[in-house]
């Protein structure tokens, strides 16, 4: 048998072994969806922080998960930290030329609400 038909074999069984594959198992090994146990107002507050954390991709990249090494990510931190922290930036405590306009526009609500956004991203 030369390498050529080797291959063949090889590929063809592959691609019967994925063919055979139940994608109902994917679904059955597929991780349990985090926000289910979420209340109708945590879930408000989560919408709330979605749609005011859109201004914030541009640098801190799309679900906080930053590809430019001069901003920090910030999925996954915790709702204290953030808090904390957007406070510090928008009452002048920390000052920063990029970060601190950001923060300046915020109303407690959205600071709230983006701090519960950011946590409950997933990180894979
Ligand atoms: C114009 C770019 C820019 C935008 C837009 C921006 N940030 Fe930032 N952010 C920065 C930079 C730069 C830093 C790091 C500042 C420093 O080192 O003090 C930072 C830092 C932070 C930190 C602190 C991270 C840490 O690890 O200490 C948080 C939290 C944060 N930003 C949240 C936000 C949120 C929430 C938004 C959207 C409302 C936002 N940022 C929008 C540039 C930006």
Redesign the pocket.
């Known amino acids: 048998m030369n390498q050529l038909s080797r291959l063949l074999i090889f590929v063809t069984f592959g691609v019967f072994v994925a063919a055979c594959s139940d994608p109902a198992t994917i679904t059955e090994t597929a991780k349990p969806d985090p926000w289910a146990a979420l209340s109708d107002s945590e879930r408000e507050l989560l919408r709330h922080g979605e749609a005011?954390?859109r201004?914030?991709?541009?640098?801190?990249g799309p679900q906080?998960i930053s590809r430019n090494r001069?901003?920090?990510?910030?999925a996954g931190?915790s709702a204290k930290?953030?808090t904390t922290?957007?406070q510090a930036?928008r009452s002048g405590e920390?000052?920063?030329?990029?970060?601190s306009?950001?923060?300046r526009g915020?109303s407690d609500e959205?600071i709230a609400a983006?701090a519960f956004y950011?946590t409950h991203l997933q990180i894979d």
């Open positions: 005011r954390a201004s914030c991709a541009a640098c801190h906080g001069m901003y920090p990510s910030i931190m930290d953030m922290t957007l930036y920390i000052v920063n030329p990029l970060m306009p950001q923060a915020l959205d983006l950011f």
